[in-house]
């Protein structure tokens, strides 16, 4: 099992840069797996970083956004979380070789 963690500190301010309104909340998302070979930590890792947060964000959003209009507040959003890499060919030889680690 996989387990992770993101947590979440928000805070509104107004135009004296005073704190008006605070959200602090964790989140986590377990993943049961079935792997032929054990991860090793560094795959771990990576998938608690990319996978575990997109899955987490929308709902980190939807409560953030409906615990500052439940407070009175103009609604506080999180950005769209966004991760950069590499798009991969569609189909052929080329996505193939890059699927399996061979550089041309």
């Given at each position: 099992m996989?387990?992770?963690k993101?947590?979440?500190?928000?805070?509104?301010?107004?135009?004296?840069?005073?704190t008006?309104?605070?959200i602090?909340?964790?989140?986590?998302?377990?993943?049961?797996?079935?792997?032929?070979?054990?991860?090793?930590?560094?795959?771990?890792d990576?998938?608690?970083?990319?996978?575990?947060?997109?899955?987490?964000?929308?709902?980190?959003?939807?409560?953030?956004?409906?615990?500052?209009?439940?407070?009175?507040?103009?609604?506080?959003?999180?950005?769209v979380?966004?991760?950069?890499?590499?798009?991969?060919?569609?189909?052929?030889?080329?996505?193939?070789?890059?699927?399996?680690?061979?550089?041309t």
């Amino acid at each position: 099992m996989v387990v992770c963690k993101d947590d979440y500190h928000v805070q509104l301010r107004n135009s004296d840069e005073e704190t008006i309104a605070e959200i602090k909340a964790s989140f986590i998302a377990a993943f049961s797996t079935e792997l032929p070979r054990e991860p090793v930590e560094r795959e771990l890792d990576e998938f608690a970083g990319s996978t575990g947060k997109l899955v987490i964000r929308p709902y980190a959003r939807e409560f953030v956004q409906q615990m500052s209009t439940r407070m009175g507040v103009p609604a506080m959003t999180l950005e769209v979380l966004r991760f950069r890499g590499d798009v991969l060919p569609e189909s052929g030889s080329e996505a193939e070789q890059l699927s399996n680690g061979v550089n041309t």
